[in-house]
């Protein structure tokens, strides 16, 4: 057995790992030691050709795991297999033409909004991967702490780290940037897996958000979709939860929508691999303790985390006694 550097929620970790038909399992963090396979969504032709042999080599070997699930991928979606099956919700679009996306599926404040994007001086291009893009990723990254209600994983990374994290899959993928007055104001970095393109990264500067260079990069990955020929962009997930019981639709999902994107539902697949991995599959906790938690209160809580960084965290950083504000006045 060996290990192989993870990314989790933002930070670099070390997780137990052995080779399978040359693919990489890993065992993620929770206590429940769920085995998956590594970078699954981006590996061409089927995350798993024979199950059973799949299985059998992971109960032989010490990698100490519960359960393994893998998921099948688009567009082969219908079920495949006899194992406990969820549905995974991701969001994408069908590829057709750019000017069917534009008129037929974004609602209209999307079409005014790419209009806009145009007539405010935003230029959209496939861009190279290189120190410059870097530079301007960085500048993205540490432009605020938090993001979307919870703090923004990448904020404070160094050129160095970005650059190494950037250039993952650089062999089948491209980087689109969004550009006002010459400086980077927004990319998407896309990663092509059979007919997919798959986004890895979706991201634009706040302070430029009234110039619309999101929905200005999500119009041109369309328009690099139909010029390559993909059946579908994915955009991650439609609907977010822990487990299908927990999903919820955000304003993330919202504009994923109002964009263009549907929901499609892909088979994934849990198989136990040990009897106390039959028994976490049984009570539901194969997700983990929050993925037994009913929506509402899954709900509750993201309102919760919300709140407590957009008022609270602000707060308790700021200096509130006037000892305090002359300390950091005298710090300059």
């Not at 491209?174 to 059979?194: C, D, P, Q, R, S």
């Not at 890895?200 to 929905?215: D, L, R």
């Not at 962009?233 to 549907?262: D, M």
Request: hydrophobic letters at 35%; proline letters at 4%; a positive charge.
């Amino acid at each position: 057995m060996h290990c192989t550097e993870v990314r989790v929620s933002g930070k670099t970790i070390e997780v137990p790992s052995i080779r399978v038909n040359d693919k990489t399992i890993i065992v993620g963090t929770g206590w429940h030691r769920t085995a998956t396979i590594q970078d699954e969504e981006f590996l061409d032709g089927e995350a798993v050709d024979d199950p059973e042999q799949f299985v059998a080599a992971l109960k032989q070997s010490d990698l100490k795991a519960n359960i393994f699930t893998f998921a099948q991928h688009l567009p082969d979606i219908t079920p495949r297999h006899r194992y406990h099956l969820e549905w995974d919700s991701v969001a994408a679009i069908p590829i057709t033409t750019f000017e069917e996306w534009l008129k037929k599926r974004v609602e209209y404040d999307v079409r005014k909004a790419v209009k806009k994007a145009a007539n405010a001086g935003v230029v959209v291009k496939v861009v190279e991967f290189d120190d410059e893009l870097v530079r301007g990723i960085a500048d993205i990254y540490n432009e605020s702490q938090v993001r979307q209600g919870k703090p923004f994983w990448h904020y404070g990374k160094d050129f160095d780290t970005i650059k190494r994290e950037k250039a993952t899959y650089l062999d089948k993928g491209e980087f689109i940037g969004a550009y006002y007055e010459g400086k980077l104001i927004g990319f998407i970095k896309m990663v092509y897996v059979g007919t997919i393109a798959s986004t890895f990264h979706v991201i634009s500067m706040q302070k430029h958000a009234g110039k619309k260079p999101t929905n200005a990069l999500i119009a041109k990955a369309v328009k690099v979709c139909e010029e390559k020929g993909r059946s579908h962009l994915v955009y991650g997930e439609y609907a977010y939860g822990e487990s299908a019981r927990q999903w919820i639709h955000t304003s993330k999902t919202e504009f994923k929508r109002r964009n263009g994107f549907e929901e499609v539902l892909v088979p994934r697949y849990y198989i136990p691999l040990t009897g106390q991995g039959r028994v976490i599959l049984r009570l539901g906790l194969h997700r983990g303790f929050k993925g037994a938690l009913p929506r509402p209160v899954l709900r509750g809580l993201r309102t919760a985390r919300s709140t407590f960084y957009r008022y609270v965290r602000p707060v308790w950083q700021s200096p509130t006694s006037s000892d305090e504000q002359k300390l950091v006045a005298g710090s300059h």
